[in-house]
């Protein structure tokens, strides 16, 4: 079999797309980039493979001979990275999020209509077992018309925060604003109802101690309520509450699914669906428990998120291969999950108020936000800087990233540092 020659930018949540191309048949990884050369030796020594070659500057990196390149930078910065490979002729596989601006959305979608090449979203919260399955419930018509949803990705990170921000101040961890990383929660409820969104409102969480303690400067949690365009409405919630929960819920017009809670002994593996209108494979008002079946259970059980690493990567090379049917997320999809994020900031910073989402899908909506900057990173909002959290961009103290940092340290250079590195980055568990 052909296989697609991949670079991949960004050698620590890059851990994962690594390891897919290193067991998979239809890929192979041939160029490595990162600036941090601490983390990219430690790559090379693992990987021990004389195929690839190492970079530490995009640069050089996109000039390499592949077919395709795998963004896993910063989450603010890949529209830009995103932008320049598809000029240089590479297909793109952007890691979560797709852009930071209106500004850089405009661009995005333009690039990938004028190069004709291969966009992929790397949501791969889609792609677990009980939301693939209830896309493919919804997709057959199994529950009616969509009405409403709830989506939660809540993930207490403050134990591992030293080592996903390295005691640096400007991370975009530590001053992304609280509705800014909806994807997870969201991403999975409009893959599987194909819905556009309209409008939301936004609300974030403004108990704070937390966040502040290690560093972050943002609320603590963040909310959309989203209408969609057949009027059905989400209420997607994602950040740092207590306790981590993954959990997806959807009515229709004659049922309803959801996922298993991870308190009742279940989770994302599983999915409970609730149906009037089925024939035959479902017993009528009868809820029906089961594990869905995967397509790849074998090839995708040692991948991290409840396999879903596996699936988005999976699906990617499929596509570069011209498998018509492999499921990827376009750059429109990719926008229609994120920008409810954006907006419900605006919305948070307004009072509450609901905000149109505009629908980049036409041309003649671009122009308005063409030069939209407004976002939270210094570097690119010029003077459309917004504050990091509603009641005003935190004074943090810089002791508390000396400590995120020799925390930081202390893990990385143990060995529980370099299982952490690939845990929660979602590589390969041996
Ligand atoms: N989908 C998921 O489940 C999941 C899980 C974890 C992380 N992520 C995403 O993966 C991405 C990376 O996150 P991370 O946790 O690895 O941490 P990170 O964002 O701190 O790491 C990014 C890596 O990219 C490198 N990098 C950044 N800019 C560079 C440049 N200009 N040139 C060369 N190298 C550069 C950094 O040195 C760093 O090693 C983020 O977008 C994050 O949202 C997704």
């Known amino acids: 079999m052909k296989k697609v020659r991949i670079g991949v930018m960004g050698a620590y949540r890059g851990t994962s797309m690594i390891n897919y191309c290193e067991q998979a048949s239809n890929a192979q990884v041939v160029a490595i980039c990162d600036k941090w050369v601490e983390g990219l030796e430690r790559q090379k020594a693992a990987l021990n493979d004389p195929n690839i070659t190492y970079y530490t ?4 990196f996109i000039l390499h001979d592949m077919d395709a390149v ?6 603010t ?3 830009p990275f995103a932008i320049k490979a598809l000029k240089a002729g590479k297909h793109v596989f952007s890691e979560v999020l ?8 405009v661009e995005l979608i333009e ?3 004028s190069t004709g090449l291969i966009y992929a979203y790397g949501e791969n919260y889609c792609y677990m077992p009980a939301p693939y399955e209830m896309r493919r419930l919804y997709r057959a018509g199994k529950i009616g018309e969509f009405e409403y949803g709830e989506c939660e990705y809540i993930h207490n990170c403050e134990s591992i925060w030293p080592s996903i921000t ?3 101040e400007d991370h975009w961890r530590n001053n992304m604003f609280s509705t800014f990383y909806c994807t997870h929660s969201l991403g999975p409820l409009i893959h599987i109802t194909g819905l556009r969104p309209v409008s939301v409102i936004g609300m974030e ?3 704070v101690e937390r966040k502040r303690r290690t560093g972050s400067k943002s609320g603590s949690f963040g909310i959309e309520m989203v209408t969609l365009e057949n009027g059905g409405i989400i209420k997607s919630i994602h950040g740092g509450l207590y306790k981590n929960s993954v959990w997806y819920a959807v009515y229709g017009s004659y049922g309803r699914m959801e996922s298993g809670r991870e308190d009742a002994g279940s989770g994302v593996d599983r999915i409970y669906v609730n149906a009037d209108a089925y024939s035959g494979e479902y017993v009528h008002h009868d809820v029906i428990a089961y594990k869905p079946a ?3 259970a074998e090839e995708s059980a040692a991948f991290g998120h409840g396999g879903s690493d596996y699936y988005s990567m999976y699906n990617f090379v499929q596509k570069i291969l011209g498998d018509a049917s492999a499921d990827t997320i376009d750059v429109y999809e990719a926008l229609d999950m994120s920008l409810p994020g954006l907006f419900a900031y605006r919305s948070i910073l307004a009072g509450g108020v609901s905000m149109a989402i505009p629908n980049l899908h036409n041309k003649e909506e671009r122009e308005k936000w063409r030069g939209d900057t407004a976002c939270t990173d210094p570097k690119v909002a010029g003077d459309a800087l917004l504050p990091t959290f509603s009641l005003g961009t935190p004074e943090i103290d810089p002791r508390v990233y000396d400590r995120m940092y020799a925390l930081w340290r202390k893990d990385f250079e143990s060995d529980k540092g370099y299982t952490q590195m690939a845990m929660t980055q979602g590589g390969k568990k041996e």
Request: glycine fraction near 6%; aromatic fraction near 10%.
């Open 77 to 79: 910065e890949h529209a």
């Open 166 to 168: 390295y005691g640096e």
């Open 205 to 207: 969480g403004t108990k």
């Open 111 to 113: 690039t990938v209509e």
């Open 70 to 75: 795998v963004l896993a930078n910063y989450a």
């Open 57 to 60: 500057d995009f640069e050089d």
């Open 294 to 296: 995967e397509k790849n």
């Open 98 to 105: 797709p852009v930071q601006t209106l500004q850089e959305a």
